[in-house]
């Protein structure tokens, strides 16, 4: 079965993944079929190919939970430093309404 998921690259410390189609017995680094985007969690950046991950969701790949969110936020226009920014609010007021 094939699986679209994360492939981890970068250096250590300074992760960087990019998204694959990958057969779900290789390893997570080794051996893929299709690079479809990226995602920088350092940066705040993603980018997949939409076309192409539908094709492979059409022929009946699964995507891991965490692709599976980068292609909802790709589709609904969502960009994640805007998501970063929404949440830090957030905490600051439960903080002092706790206090």
Excluded: H
């Amino acid at each position: 079965m094939v699986k679209l998921r994360l492939r981890r690259t970068g250096t250590r410390n300074k992760p960087c993944y990019r998204v694959v189609a990958a057969d779900q017995r290789s390893p997570r680094d080794g051996r893929f079929i299709e690079v479809l985007g990226y995602y920088n969690p350092r940066q705040e950046e993603e980018k997949l190919n939409l076309e192409r991950v539908d094709y492979w969701l059409g022929q009946g790949a699964q995507a891991s939970k965490t692709v599976g969110d980068i292609i909802r936020r790709q589709r609904e226009g969502i960009s994640l430093t805007s998501l970063t920014k929404k949440e830090a609010p957030v905490k600051e007021e439960a903080a002092t309404a706790a206090e």
